[in-house]
């Protein structure tokens, strides 16, 4: 089981693939582990390039340093594992949290950064957004069970069309207990609450990477009036709406969303 130390602590990882292409560094978002790469993402993405993929801090195989943390010390890990494989750079992709912790490297390390990819992410928790994570921080403290916190979860993050699928969503019902189970609740609150005090929304103009952000036209986790402030703020950005999909648009139109990334990828390597 490969891992390597990052501030004291032990975090997973994984390589995948190989080719001629630049690495593609995968970050997880919010609630998961790398295990959610796998099945959609990696099988496509690594025919051309290394993917890496790990467990964030706290979460799955990785070590809980029994502290909270913030999107910048997330980074610092990440940076940890290019410095760990020898690696001088990256194409950067990042989900929801992992999509935070990808717009610290950029702004911490541009140059590690190949290009920067941000998927249903956001600079900064407007109103709303901090309301739902408050709830879902709520729900945990409180005890509901995890099968119905995961309903709730999939409620925010899947689009219409996709929630009238009964098999499908019950298969990823089950998937996302599984991986709930691999995080403990005081690692999901402190990543919720990392999500709170992210924002680097006057920082986005420093960003240097070739960006683009992607994101589900029936998003009503992060909508597009936080992906247009992030495309708005990064000098060059490329932004793309991919219809008939929710927050988890890399799940829910994953050959749309590989192509995207394949293609931006090789643009840039």
């Known amino acids: 089981m ?23 560094l995968l970050i997880m978002g919010m609630g998961g582990t790398c295990q959610g790469w796998l099945v959609l993402q990696v099988p496509e993405l690594s025919k051309e390039r290394t993917n890496i993929i790990f467990d964030n801090r706290g979460a799955g195989r990785s070590q809980d340093p029994g502290t909270p943390f913030t999107t910048r010390e997330m980074a610092q890990d990440t940076v940890a594992l290019l410095d760990e494989l ?26 590690r950064v190949q290009s920067l990819i941000l998927a249903g992410s956001f600079a900064r928790a407007d109103a709303k957004r901090r309301l739902l994570l408050e ?9 509901l069970p995890a099968e119905f916190r995961i309903k709730n979860r999939l409620c925010w993050t899947l689009c219409d069309a996709t929630l009238e699928q009964e098999d499908l969503v019950e298969g990823m019902w ?44 029936q998003d ?16 060059g950005a490329r932004l793309v709406q991919i219809p008939g999909a929710g927050h988890l648009v890399a799940a829910e139109m994953a050959p749309r969303f590989n192509g995207l990334v394949a293609r931006f990828t090789a643009e840039h390597d």
């Open 2 to 24: 490969p891992t390597f130390r990052s501030c004291g602590f032990e975090i997973y990882y994984e390589t995948h693939g190989g080719g001629d292409g630049v690495p593609l």
């Open 86 to 111: 020898g690696l001088e750079r990256a194409h950067v992709l990042g989900g929801f949290l992992g999509g935070m912790v990808a717009q610290e490297i950029a702004l911490s390390h541009p140059e």
């Open 174 to 217: 089950r998937f996302y207990l599984e991986e709930d189970a691999a995080l403990e609740d005081r690692v999901f609150l402190r990543q919720a609450a990392a999500c709170l005090e992210h924002d680097t929304s006057q920082k986005l103009g420093e960003i240097r990477a070739p960006t683009l952000i992607v994101y589900g036209e």
């Open 220 to 235: 009503m986790l992060t909508p597009e009036h936080l992906q247009r402030e992030l495309a708005e703020g990064i000098p």
């Open 135 to 143: 709830l879902w921080q709520g729900m945990v403290e409180h005890g």
